[in-house]
């Protein structure tokens, strides 16, 4: 039989601050860790916020914070390639720029195999 005092079911203290929720990130390669306020916060970031910190904290020191690793998009005949930190938008580039171009893409997801995007 269960103990109705068990604490279960008890509702939080309203007198109690609320458990800070805030992701961080940390790189090694520069020896500091951020929390995201400012991406919730200011910039509205949501859910995408460690994306949006990743990207910015790329465009500005070169590299990803530690236990980021973006999808590569390489296209074969052109000199760039492209990095995207969710699947769906490295497969759309990659399929847009093989459809447009008639170039062969290869698209490397963060830990698996090199995959051939070919245009139709």
Do not use: K
Not at 19 to 36: F, G, I, K, N
Not at 45 to 62: I, K, L, P
Not at 101 to 110: A, G, K
Request: with cysteine; charged share 35%.
């Amino acid at each position: 039989m269960d103990d109705p005092d068990d604490g279960r079911d008890a509702l939080p203290d309203p007198e109690e601050d609320p458990p800070d929720r805030t992701p961080t990130v940390s790189c090694s390669r520069c020896d500091r860790e951020w929390d995201l306020d400012y991406e919730l916060e200011e910039l509205h970031a949501g859910n995408n916020a460690v994306e949006q910190f990743a990207m910015d904290h790329y465009r500005h020191t070169g590299h990803y914070p530690d236990d980021v690793t973006p999808w590569q998009v390489d296209c074969r005949e052109c000199p760039n390639g492209e990095q995207f930190l969710g699947e769906r938008p490295a497969r759309r580039f990659a399929r847009t720029h093989a459809r447009h171009t008639r170039h062969t893409v290869e698209l490397t997801p963060p830990e698996s195999e090199t995959e051939t995007i070919q245009t139709e």
